[in-house]
């Protein structure tokens, strides 16, 4: 089981920037890749980032692509999410997630931090 802590969300005008990082512990030997999602009241849980633990390929959300970097520190076992240029449509939950080797899609989740972008 892997155990994962999401921080670094805030308040921020628009055309801002903030960092999420997100902490794992636990079975951290496992991991084969992990991503951000978000999810405003109402709505599905979209996908928005996710980085592979082994090579460092990186996949993002069409609606981001340009303005989020995703990173990872291996040593640390953490993730970490840059996000530029932020808009008013980025003001959600965001969530840290992980996948294991053993498993199709993502097992843990963070328990999430809230983005808000103000115009």
């Known amino acids: 089981q892997v155990q994962l802590v999401d921080s670094g969300g805030g308040l921020v005008q628009v055309g801002g920037s903030l960092r999420l990082s997100c902490a794992a512990s636990g079975r951290t030997s496992s991991t084969y890749a992990m991503g951000w999602f978000r999810q405003t009241p109402g709505k599905e849980r979209e996908f928005v980032a996710a980085?592979?633990?082994?090579?460092?390929?990186?996949n993002y959300a069409d609606s981001v692509k340009g303005r989020f970097t995703i990173s990872r520190d291996k040593a640390k076992n953490t993730v970490y999410l840059q996000m530029n240029s932020l808009k008013p449509e980025d003001t959600a939950g965001y969530y840290c997630a992980h996948r294991s080797t053993l498993s199709r899609e993502y097992d843990s989740w963070g328990q999430g931090t809230q983005v808000t972008v103000s115009s």
């Open positions: 980085i592979s633990w082994s090579s460092s390929n990186t």
